[in-house]
């Protein structure tokens, strides 16, 4: 029998050299493992043996130490042994060579006081006085749950490489217990979140059946796309749970898988939760759009080398479905059934039936993409899918929308924001880098399978080829005249806001006369005069509006909001109406009380001097339009000055 199983990373196999000689030093049965195997199947048959030797495990808990899957099981293995006897920490104990606990997963060990390596009698010490209370060595017990109700699944072969997501889970749901590291007094729910066939219920159900001994009272599952019927087969109405599970007294673990996040709101989703105070709930969901319903756990795509052994063996599989669980899983079957890994990548990216749904005799691919249910969210996919796969910006999306459907690109941005913004709620747009999101090869799979209307879907791509090919040439960069000058500089990325000021600015701006032009012997200089000085302070007020300031641009600076709102102001307007304003005023002050104010103007000798003038202002206000344009997306139409 063993006192102590010391499990560390092979990275620190030279620090941990004299620490396991101290302690055999010290009188204690110490047992390493020289072997360093590797294995994604969990712990192998020999390390199983010797921890049910051992009375208690030493984890040298280095920031390396979560990254080695070996370690990560060991560790697992005694922490539920502990569990199992009511306290976790009786057969782990923790030597954290960092200067934080931060790294330490499960939270009730970061809340541990851990020995330091540098004090190696003190810390012999402690093992040897730990050792010493136990009786005999720990009991390595198969996954199983004392009490489940509503059947017991039995463990998957094919759960692969979500150890640490298994630690997200329990520590999330047991933060309370290490308050003075979490800061929670109290338990909150826990919702795992990702894309259909991510493996959220495989993760719930290998945690409820690992993790069971935390939860004496039982674990109820429950399925939250038929929430009334599951609690009706739990033998009971909600109140008839509340006096079953205050009458066991126990903990309880309540899980609510697929619960319908995308069609209800948050509140009847949290209706949901555990019926008793002594319930830990846990949700499984695809949306990502509500926080408050407790703590997430994200799952992402599993890592290349666990994704490999999933595929069969075979890194092209692997790698044409990113990772894709239930994608992984169904072509690994294939391949052990026979089938050739490349006569299986063809038919991946062949034309009708999907593989995948094929494989499965069910259709596993409209799952996928069955949230998209809106025209912004489809038309967004759409444009993802065309650029695949290459990452999408909100951007991107708008030049593409405003290309195909000929609307202002302010619009078209409104609607691209609107149709990624849920399609990252619903998981089906993930982050890539500096605001780009990345579209799931799996998701682009089934959308190609699924997609309602694949004529726009066309519409869209042809789009994309034609817009932002040429818009990312560095060759053939963008360009704009500034107003008054014949410089050109490449335009700027505005923000929402500046985009916003130079739609509204634009539109006020083509419908004043200046721009609308005058016809000789028509309408009143006076006017013209009041509407000019009311486009300065609708420009000033504008900018007050969106937090936009004024400003005057530097010769090699990229026109802006800003300094087309200068020149605007400043440079055209100002100059024309401080000139103007003061000789007609003085001339209109001489008008006769019996004379029309119009017949008065008619007959001023500098009448047409201003109407000249006037027009004159067309040309530089027509440019500052279109400049105003080029930001804003919008095309009104205003015809070029010759």
Not at 585 to 598: K, S
Request: overall charge negative.
């Amino acid at each position: 029998m063993w006192d102590v199983f010391l499990s560390y990373s092979r990275g620190d196999v030279e620090r941990v050299r004299p620490l396991a000689r101290a302690l055999r030093d010290g009188g204690l049965e110490v047992f390493t493992d020289e072997t360093g195997v590797e294995s994604f199947a969990g712990i192998s048959a020999t390390i199983r043996r010797e921890l049910g030797r051992s009375k208690a495990l030493l984890a040298f808990y280095s920031t390396g130490y979560p990254e080695r899957e070996a370690c990560q099981w060991e560790l697992t293995t005694a922490y539920l042994a502990g569990l199992g006897e009511g306290d976790p920490r009786r057969r782990v104990m923790v030597v954290n060579p960092e200067r934080t606990a931060d790294h330490i997963q499960p939270v009730e060990l970061r809340d541990a006081r851990h020995a330091a390596p540098d004090d190696l009698p003190a810390l012999v010490a402690d093992v040897r006085a730990h050792v010493a209370r136990l009786d005999g060595p720990m009991t390595v017990a198969r996954p199983g749950v004392r009490h489940w109700l509503l059947g017991t699944p039995q463990p998957r072969p094919d759960f692969l490489g979500r150890l640490f997501e298994l630690w997200q889970v329990h520590s999330a749901l047991h933060a309370h217990a290490a308050p003075l590291v979490t800061g929670r007094a109290a338990a909150h729910a826990v919702q795992i979140r990702g894309m259909a066939g991510i493996g959220k219920t495989l993760l719930a159900q290998e945690y409820a059946l690992r993790f069971g001994a935390a939860y004496p009272g039982g674990v109820c599952w429950v399925d939250g796309e038929a929430y009334e019927d599951s609690v009706r087969a739990l033998g009971a109405g909600a109140g008839g749970l509340f006096a079953y599970f205050d009458a066991i007294g126990e903990p309880f673990l309540w899980i609510v898988d697929a619960a319908p996040a995308h069609r209800l709101p948050a509140r009847d989703i949290a209706a949901m939760a555990a019926p008793h105070p002594l319930g830990h709930t846990l949700f499984t969901l695809r949306g990502r759009a509500y926080d408050t319903l407790g703590t997430p756990v994200d799952l992402g795509p599993l890592d290349a080398p666990h994704a490999r052994v999933l595929a069969g063996g075979d890194e092209a599989l692997a790698d044409a479905v990113g990772g894709h669980p239930l994608a992984l899983g169904l072509l690994g079957r294939a391949v052990r059934a026979g089938h050739h890994p490349g006569t299986l990548y063809d038919r991946l990216h062949a034309r009708g039936r999907s593989l995948l749904d094929t494989l499965a005799d069910e259709d596993v691919t409209g799952t996928v993409v069955r949230d998209v249910d809106t025209t912004d969210a489809a038309d967004v996919l759409r444009c993802a899918a065309a650029l695949h796969p290459l990452p999408l910006s909100t951007d991107d999306a708008a030049h593409v929308l405003a290309a195909a459907d000929r609307v202002p690109r302010i619009v078209a941005r409104r609607r691209a924001a609107n149709g990624v913004r849920e399609l990252r709620a619903r998981s089906l747009l993930t982050p890539a880098a500096d605001e780009h999101w990345s579209l799931h090869p799996v998701t682009q799979h089934a959308w190609h399978h699924h997609d309602p209307a694949p004529a726009r879907t066309e519409v869209l791509r042809h789009a994309a080829l034609r817009t932002l090919c040429g818009r990312r040439d560095p060759r053939d960069p963008v360009t704009l005249a500034f107003p008054g000058t014949r410089r050109e500089a490449p335009m700027a990325a505005p923000s929402e806001s500046e985009r916003m000021a130079a739609y509204d600015i634009q539109v006020e701006l083509v419908t004043r006369i200046g721009v609308q032009e005058l016809a000789p012997g028509t309408g009143s200089l006076r006017e013209a005069l009041t509407s000019l000085k009311s486009l300065i302070d609708f420009t000033r007020a504008t900018l007050h509006t969106y937090s936009v300031s004024l400003e005057r641009g530097s010769e090699a600076g990229a026109p802006t909001v800003q300094n087309l709102a200068y020149a605007l102001i400043n440079e055209t307007i100002r100059p024309f109406t401080s000139t103007w304003h003061p000789r007609l005023a003085a001339y209109e002050a001489r008008c006769a009380a019996d004379t029309a104010p119009l017949d008065h103007e008619a007959a001023w000798p500098q009448a047409e001097a201003m109407r000249a003038e006037l027009a004159a202002l067309r040309e530089p206000l027509v440019r500052i339009a279109e400049g105003l344009g080029g930001i804003s997306g919008a095309d009104f139409g205003v015809a070029a000055t010759g």
